[in-house]
Every structure is written in C-alpha cells, then in structure tokens.
C-alpha cells in the first residue's frame, strides 16, 4: 500500500495526508502551536491552530513528549522556510504511545560516550539519521555500478580456515573441534570466483582484532571486494577510481538534503573526478623527503605521512609500486624483483581508503613467495590450483566502506558510520 512519508511530501502539495512517526520536539507561540515530526524518511513542521485544527488535536499543546508515537492528519503546503520546504496544517493528531519517561537523548548536544552507550535510541536523531541514509546509498552505489559493469556477486565465506596473512588480527572461533577464523578479507576466494566468471565481487563483513583504538578502525566493518581476469595493475586502479567516483556522483544526486543535514562541503565530492594522480611508492617517498618528514624508505606510511602526502594533491591519491617485503605474498612481483604490483588509494583527511593490487599468477614465482613467507602449501593447496588450471593475470582491491562512508558525509570518526560499531572497547549490544 502507498504510505506518505515526508520525503515524498511535494508529491501531495496542497493535499490532505496521513502521516505515521514520532515527535521530535513542540514549541508554542501565543494562540498557535508547532509540532515537529519525524517519521525516519525526514523532519517535518505541522502547525496546529485553534479552529483549523480539530479540538481534540489543539488540546494536545504542551502535552506531547518528545519520542511520543503518533499518527498526525494535515494539509500539505509549501513553504520554502521549513525543513524540506513543505509544513503540514495540522487536523488531527492520534497518540499511539505517550511517553512519561525523559527520553535520554535531548535536541542539546551529549558527549561521544553517552551516545556510544544509547545507539539503539541515537539512531533516531537527525544527523544519524542522514548518516544513515547516506551510507545506504553507498551500498546502492557499489551494488549498481558492478551490476551496470558486468561482475557477479560471489559472496565469500566469513568462517575461514586461512590464517595466511597471519594469526594476529584473526579472531580465532571454536569450530567444532578445530579452529577456524572470521575472514579478514575475502579476496583468495574472489580469486577462485574470477577465474570462474570473469569479473566478481563480494560485499560483507570482515573481521580484524586489531586493539590500536583509531578514528578509522573498527573490529568488525564492511568491505567490497572486486577481483578480475585479464587485467593489470593499472587498469585496477582504473576500476578504483572509477568506483570511488561513481559512488560520490550518486551520493551527490540522491542525498541533497543528508548532505546539507551534515553541512558537507560538497564540493570536497564534487572534485573527485578520475583521474587521481598516480605516484610510485619511491616518488612518495622522494616528496615526503622534500617535506622533512623522518620518514625511513622501505616502512608502510603512517598517518602523518599520509597526510602529507595527501595535502600535496586535490585528490584522492594512488600509490603504486611497493616493496615487496611490506605487501601481502600474493602480490605481484615487479621485474625489479623488490617491488611489488600494489596499490593503495589516500584520501584527503582520512588516509587509505582502497587497497589492492595485481596478484601474482606464475605458480614458481608464488610457490617461492609462500616459501620466503612461511607459508606452508599444504595450506593454500586449493588456491594454488587456480595458477595449475588456466591461470592468467588478474588483479583486485579492497574498498574500506566505512571509510569510504566517511569521506562521504564528512564524519571523522569511524564508529559514526555504522550504526552498532565494534570496536576493542565496545560488543555488548
Ligand atoms: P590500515 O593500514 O589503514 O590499517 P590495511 O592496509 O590493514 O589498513 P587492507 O588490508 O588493505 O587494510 O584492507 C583494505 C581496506 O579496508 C583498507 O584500505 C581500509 O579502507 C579498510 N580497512 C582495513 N582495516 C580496517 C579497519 N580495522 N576498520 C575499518 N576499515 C578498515
Ligand atoms: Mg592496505
């Protein structure tokens, strides 16, 4: 059944509706009175005024509570000064639950704590609310833009027996009598999918018991994960770019009013435009130099490095060409021999946001590289049959979606883009 909801409010311009939600706030001036209502789709003024509203409804002032359920019957009408630019003239107003207790999260502002602790009823708030939405749409961007690309969602598993990249940030669960591990990426299996189907992707949850407590790391978070046949390191970061920008186009035409919610600057979205300059790891390294960072040749970037880096450029930038020792061992080995064909996306304020990169496809060059890791075959048996039959070179990255989210609205803390994080300090509900 066709409901009203306040977003599709200028449908009905000078229609009388039915909308069901709950109240935000109430104020009062003189002989009129305001009810302002939210019903999860946006935020909405009605205006009760004696004789235009029924009695019943206009005896409501002063008496409603904020949170209280109600179901309210008005006239749509336009008016540019209101929230989403229609108010509705109230007729009639029905409570379906009143609320006698304070509710905990007032209009004021609250600490990060207090809020952490009230997720549950925090969701109901304006700016979590556009949060929300607007990471919704992420998810809708990501899932478009490999359906109109022509991948095929191949969802990898989260229970894994892979402990490849090692044990420290796997968090180990009792399988039955041996162990297994919440999956912290689900590439080795895109892996698998690509040499199946050409173009894959899968789009869930992983899992890092990583204990350093940052503004950009979570325990348990959202990441896509595409992986294609016959294609290099360059045109990975080709694909990279593309997604990030479709994403930000699409947050752009379908969140105006999440956006303003936010104050985001949009032209922060707008500017993320492919190309995005494309450095070596050594150029990286040479600027960083230039910029008298005491960074040592041969580490992962830190976050002041990575803020260095990024203020140079306006846009996000990749990095490509990585020693080797520092990447994962299924990375592909450059003809140097020292580097590798990785590749890592760096936003501006946020840092890696994509990492990703050509995957080594010669079963001898992998088989050394497992031996100079550690890992024994035995244990990668099923993946190196996918270099035994028909392998050919491929190449992948993982895109952070919280992250990504982040850059989006313009949140600089992780655990706002998801509504129930988990992080070190926090798994209890
Ligand atoms: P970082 O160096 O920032 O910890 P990483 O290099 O360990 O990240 P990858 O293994 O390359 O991360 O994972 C791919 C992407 O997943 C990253 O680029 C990032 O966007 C995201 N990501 C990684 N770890 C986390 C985390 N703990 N919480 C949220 N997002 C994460
Ligand atoms: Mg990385």
Redesign the pocket.
């Known amino acids: 059944m066709d409901k009203v909801t306040i977003e599709n409010l200028s449908d009905y311009d000078g229609k009388e509706i039915e909308l069901r939600g709950w109240v935000y706030n109430t104020r009062s001036i003189g002989k009129i009175w305001f009810i302002i209502f939210r019903d999860g789709t946006g935020l909405v003024q009605g205006v009760v005024v004696k004789g235009e509203a029924s009695n019943e409804a206009f005896a409501l002032k002063q008496k409603l509570n904020q949170e209280d359920s109600v179901i309210i019957i008005g006239t749509v009408k336009k008016e540019p000064r209101s929230v989403g630019g229609y108010e509705l003239g109230i007729k009639d107003i029905t409570i379906v639950n009143h609320v006698t207790e304070e509710y905990p999260i007032s209009p004021k502002e609250h600490g990060a704590d207090f809020l952490m602790s009230n997720r549950h009823l925090w969701l109901r708030s304006k700016r979590q609310n556009a949060i929300m939405r607007v990471r919704h749409q992420v998810v809708k961007a990501i899932r478009d833009f490999f359906d109109i690309n022509g991948f095929t969602l191949i969802d990898s598993p989260i229970f894994t027996g892979n402990a490849v990249e090692g044990t420290t940030t796997l968090f180990e669960v009792d399988y039955f009598e041996r162990s297994a591990y919440l999956t912290?990426?689900g590439q080795l299996y895109q892996e698998a999918g690509a040499t199946a189907f050409g173009k894959t992707y899968c789009f869930g949850p992983?899992f890092?018991a990583?204990k350093s407590k940052t503004r950009?790391?979570?325990?348990e978070?959202w990441?896509v994960e595409p992986e294609m046949a016959y294609v290099d390191i360059d045109e990975n970061m080709t694909w990279a770019e593309n997604l990030v920008s479709y994403i930000l186009d699409k947050v752009l035409a379908k969140c105006k009013n999440e956006l303003n919610t936010l104050e985001r600057d949009i032209s922060k979205l707008e500017n993320m435009k492919p190309p995005f300059p494309r450095i070596t790891y050594d150029e990286a390294f040479k600027l960083l130099k230039e910029r008298g960072s005491t960074f040592e040749y041969g580490n992962?970037f830190g976050a002041p490095d990575e803020t260095i880096l990024s203020n140079q450029f306006d846009k996000p930038i990749m990095i490509h060409r990585w020693p080797a020792e520092i990447k994962a061992f299924y990375m592909r080995q450059n003809d140097d021999g020292k580097t590798v064909a990785a590749m890592?996306?760096l936003f501006p304020g946020i840092?890696?946001?994509?990492?990703?990169s050509q995957r080594e496809e010669r079963l001898d060059v992998l088989k050394t590289k497992c031996a100079d890791f550690d890992i024994p075959e035995e244990d990668l048996w099923w993946y190196l049959d996918t270099r035994k039959f028909g392998t050919v070179p491929h190449a992948g990255?993982?895109?952070?979606?919280?992250?990504?989210v982040m850059f989006a609205t313009g949140m600089t803390n992780?655990r706002d883009v998801i509504p129930f994080p988990r992080t070190p300090q926090n798994a209890e509900f």
């Open positions: 912290q990426s992983t890092r990583e950009r790391h979570l325990t978070f990441m992962d890592d996306v840092g890696e946001i994509v990492g990703g990255f993982g895109l952070g979606f919280e992250r990504m992780i």
